[in-house]
């Protein structure tokens, strides 16, 4: 009965690389990753899931999906660190099984739920683990030596540009001291309409005084009261002229420390 319904299942129509055997290649002290390619051939849609016999032992992303017509992924299979023993055999296998994606699919779990046993299709693959030999090892070390000295080189050069790229040019510069004459021009008009609002109401304090001693009345209080409204606006002028001196003080300050940065493009 087995055998009659294992004929009856579709043959695997993905193309697996390698096609039966998973290879990690020690040290096993650390993460050993092993790629598994998926090409679909077909002009349908397919589906894929990818299982273990031993699940706390393996990370894989992606474990399932969606491939689509004549096109490849690449599957990440992650062995977790253990001990490593050399007598002892590997009995860990994968299993990638596939299904035809249906034309008008919208919900790729509920075609694994309806899927008929039929309509699957599965390869398997062993693993094996290998630990590279001393040889192996010392020409490992000896390559790696000019690579990372040309990695070293590599980055020294691409901060050139980034560090040159980080600075304010020419016109960066124009442009903020131009900005600063004219906060400069203004604190300066503010200034002169400030000192001649005092010598104003300093005029119209003359002026009222004399009066309000000879003859007391109620235009006393309505001169108090425009009194009052002149100090408020001057309280008003003084805050603003110490908010924009700040201002400039904080633009003067990061223009001579070189504390500009260029912002990321965007979009």
């Known amino acids: 009965r087995q055998k009659s319904w294992d004929m009856a299942r579709q043959e695997q129509v993905l193309v697996l690389e390698p096609q039966q055997e998973l290879k990690f290649r020690g040290p096993f002290t650390d993460v050993v990753t092993a790629t598994l390619k998926l090409t679909n051939p077909t002009d349908r849609n397919v589906c894929f899931k990818v299982k273990t016999t031993a699940p706390r032992r393996y990370c894989v992303r992606p474990n399932s999906g969606i491939i689509d017509a004549g096109t490849s992924i690449n599957v990440s299979v992650m062995l977790q660190p253990f001990e490593y023993d050399p007598n002892e055999k590997s009995k860990h296998k994968f299993m990638v099984q596939s299904i035809l994606a249906p034309r008008d699919m919208t919900d790729m779990e509920g075609v694994w739920k309806e899927a008929k046993p039929e309509e699957l299709m599965d390869s398997k693959l062993r693993c094996t683990f290998e630990m590279p030999l001393e040889n192996d090892k010392t020409h490992e070390s000896e390559s790696i030596k000019p690579v990372s000295s040309s990695t070293s080189v590599k980055t020294e050069h691409s901060a050139l540009p980034k560090s040159a790229s980080a600075s304010l040019d020419?016109?960066?510069?124009?442009?903020?001291?131009?900005?600063?004459?004219?906060?400069?021009?203004?604190?300066?008009?503010?200034?002169?309409?400030?000192?001649?609002?005092?010598?104003?109401?300093?005029?119209?304090?003359?002026?009222?005084?004399?009066?309000?001693?000879?003859?007391?009345?109620?235009?006393?209080?309505?001169?108090?009261?425009?009194?009052?409204?002149?100090?408020?606006?001057?309280?008003?002028?003084?805050?603003?002229?110490?908010?924009?001196?700040?201002?400039?003080?904080?633009?003067?300050?990061?223009?001579?420390?070189?504390?500009?940065?260029l912002l990321p493009e965007t979009g």
Not at 216 to 241: H, Q, V, Y
């Open 170 to 261: 020419d016109g960066e510069v124009k442009k903020i001291m131009e900005e600063c004459r004219q906060l400069q021009m203004e604190v300066q008009r503010l200034r002169e309409e400030n000192k001649q609002i005092r010598e104003d109401d300093g005029v119209r304090k003359r002026k009222i005084t004399p009066m309000a001693a000879s003859h007391p009345n109620p235009l006393g209080s309505t001169a108090m009261t425009k009194d009052e409204g002149l100090s408020t606006r001057i309280l008003a002028l003084c805050l603003l002229f110490f908010v924009i001196g700040a201002i400039i003080g904080i633009i003067f300050h990061c223009w001579t420390s070189g504390s500009f940065t």
